[in-house]
C-alpha cells in the first residue's frame, strides 16, 4: 500500500521556523522525484519545491526561494522542507508528491500538514 505521510505542520510565528516530513511508503522511493505543493484557503494549490531522485537538482517557487529548503534521504524513504524566515502568507496545507514517468507517469500524494503562520 502507497503512502505518504506528512508531520511537522504547526502554529509558528512570523520569522520563524518549521521543518516538515514526509515518509513514503509501499512504492520505490529512491527513483521518485519529490515534490512539496502547498494549498491556502481559497487558492488553488501550489508548487513550492522540487527535489530529483537523487537530490543532484532542486528548484523553487519565487515565493520561497532563500526561505526554503528541500531536502531527501533515500535511505530512510524521507523528504523534508526546512521553511525559515516564515511569513503570513506562507499559511497553507503543505502536500508531499512522489512522481516518477517513464512511458508514463506514477503519481502519489500525501494528505496535508497545516502550517499556519500567525503572532
Known amino acids: 500500500q502507497v503512502q505518504l505521510v506528512e508531520s511537522g505542520g504547526g502554529l509558528v510565528q512570523p520569522g520563524g521556523s518549521l521543518r516538515l516530513s514526509c515518509a513514503a511508503s509501499?512504492?520505490?522511493?529512491?527513483?521518485?522525484?519529490m515534490r512539496w505543493y502547498r494549498q491556502a484557503p481559497g487558492k488553488e494549490r501550489e508548487f513550492v519545491a522540487h527535489i530529483t531522485s537523487n537530490s543532484a537538482i532542486t528548484n523553487y517557487a519565487d515565493s520561497v526561494k532563500g526561505r526554503f529548503t528541500i531536502s531527501r534521504d533515500n535511505a530512510k524513504n524521507m523528504v523534508y522542507l526546512q521553511m525559515s524566515s516564515l511569513k503570513s502568507e506562507d499559511t497553507a496545507v503543505y502536500y508531499c508528491n512522489a512522481r516518477f514517468q517513464t512511458l508514463g507517469v506514477r503519481e502519489y500524494w500525501g494528505q496535508g500538514t497545516q502550517v499556519t503562520v500567525s503572532s
Open positions: 509501499g512504492f520505490t522511493f529512491s527513483i521518485y522525484t
